[in-house]
Nanobody, 122 residues
Framework: QVQLVESGGGLVQPGGSLRLSCAAS????????MGWYRQAPGKQRELVGI???????NYAGIVKGRFTISRDNAKNTVYLQMNSLKPEDTAVYYC????????????????WGQGTQVTVSS
């Protein structure tokens, strides 16, 4: 069983910053990528950013330049530093990890955290 435990969400004013953390534990091995998605009320879940095991990052265009994703491979932990937050960044943020890499598959399993609320409001 794999667990993803997120922390760091909360209420912040526009222009402020927050840092999310997500630690993976349990029977997880050969992590291919870790990342963050978000889902606002009435909208579909969307990619925020992802980082692969070799450090390659990919961001949604709407957060590029404001958000930074980083990873501690030794701790199976991924971070999301969010700066210059806007009201439209308000959403539940979900941690995701793709793992179980083999010689034939980039990953075999996909696990999700329970989500953490980020609210940007004055």
């Amino acid at each position: 069983q794999v667990q993803l435990v997120e922390s760091g969400g909360g209420l912040v004013q526009p222009g402020g910053s927050l840092r999310l953390s997500c630690a993976a534990s349990g029977s997880i091995f050969n992590i291919y990528a870790m990342g963050w998605y978000r889902q606002a009320p009435g909208k579909q879940r969307e990619l925020v950013g992802i980082i692969t095991s070799d450090g390659t990052t990919n961001y949604a265009g709407i957060v590029k330049g404001r958000f930074t994703i980083s990873r501690d491979n030794a701790k199976n932990t991924v971070y999301l530093q969010m700066n210059s937050l806007k009201p439209e960044d308000t959403a539940v943020y979900y941690c995701n990890t793709k793992w179980g890499s083999t010689s034939y598959h980039p990953y075999r399993y996909d696990s999700w955290g329970q989500g953490t609320q980020v609210t940007v409001s004055s």
